[in-house]
C-alpha cells in the first residue's frame, strides 16, 4: 500500500531553536498533507492541512507564526516548530491520501516525537 | 463537523470477537466512516471504511444501519497484537480531513 515516511522520528532540542520535521509520499503524489499534534494519551488533534501550491490551512487556535508548513512538491510538505518550547514537546504526526473527495484512504506517517529541553 | 463518541476502554480475551461502537449522530449525507488502528509512538493504520450497510475486509467488518447515525467495527476473534487504540472518524466531506475523537482503548487478555 501507500506509504508515508517522516524524519526525523525523534529530535530533541533546546528551546529557543527551531525544529523542521518532513513529511514524505513515498509512491504517490499527495496534492493535500494533514499535520496532526498528539500528546501522551491524547487523541491526535489536526493542526493544519497543507496545500501544494499554496498557503496551509491552519485550525483554530494553531498559530501560523509557530508551525511554518510548507508544501513545495506533490510528495513533500515541511512542519517547522519555530522557537520550540517544553511545551511544544508532543508527537507530530502526518498523513496523505489517495483518494478524491470523501473516499479513499488516508496513510499515516510513523510519527515524529519531539522532546524541547 | 459530525463529532464522534465511542467507548473510552473496553476489555476482552484471546479468541472472542469484539464490537465497538460508535455515534454519528450529526453525520452529513457525503460523509463516510472510517476506522484506524494506533500502537503506542506510532501513527495510525487504517482499518476500514463505509457509507452505509455492511463493508469487509481481511481485518475487519463494519456495520452501518440505514440512518448512518452509528456504527460497529467488528474484530473477529482478537489477539494480544490487537492491543491498541481505534479511533472511529468521519471523512469531513469532500476535504480529506478526518477529526480524532477520544478513541476505544482496547485491552485484550490471554
Known amino acids: 500500500g501507500a506509504v508515508v515516511s517522516q524524519h526525523p522520528s525523534w529530535v530533541i532540542c533546546k528551546s529557543g531553536t527551531s525544529v523542521k520535521i518532513e513529511c514524505r509520499s513515498l509512491d504517490f503524489q499527495a496534492t493535500t498533507m494533514f499535520w496532526y499534534r498528539q500528546f501522551p494519551k491524547q487523541s491526535l488533534m489536526l493542526m493544519a492541512t497543507s496545500n501544494e501550491g499554496s498557503k496551509a490551512t491552519y485550525e483554530q487556535g494553531v498559530e501560523k507564526d509557530k508551525f511554518l508548513i510548507n508544501h513545495a512538491s506533490l510528495t513533500l510538505s515541511t512542519l517547522t516548530v519555530t522557537s520550540a518550547h517544553p511545551e511544544d514537546s508532543s508527537f507530530y504526526i502526518c498523513s496523505a491520501g489517495t483518494g478524491s473527495g470523501n473516499t479513499g484512504e488516508l496513510f499515516f506517517g510513523e510519527g515524529s516525537r519531539l522532546t524541547v529541553l | 463537523l459530525a463529532k464522534t463518541t465511542q467507548p473510552i476502554s473496553m476489555d476482552s480475551y484471546e479468541g472472542q470477537e469484539v464490537n465497538i461502537t460508535c455515534s454519528h449522530n450529526n453525520i452529513a449525507t457525503n460523509d463516510y466512516i472510517t476506522w484506524y488502528q494506533q500502537f503506542p509512538s506510532q501513527g495510525p493504520r487504517f482499518i476500514i471504511q463505509?457509507?452505509?450497510t455492511k463493508v469487509t475486509n481481511e481485518v475487519a467488518s463494519l456495520f452501518i444501519p440505514a440512518d448512518r447515525k452509528s456504527s460497529t467495527l467488528s474484530l473477529p476473534r482478537v489477539s494480544l497484537s490487537d492491543t491498541a487504540v481505534y479511533y472511529c472518524l468521519v471523512l469531513v466531506g469532500n476535504t480529506g480531513k478526518l477529526i480524532f475523537g477520544q478513541g476505544t482503548t482496547l485491552q485484550v487478555k490471554p
Open positions: 463505509g457509507y452505509k
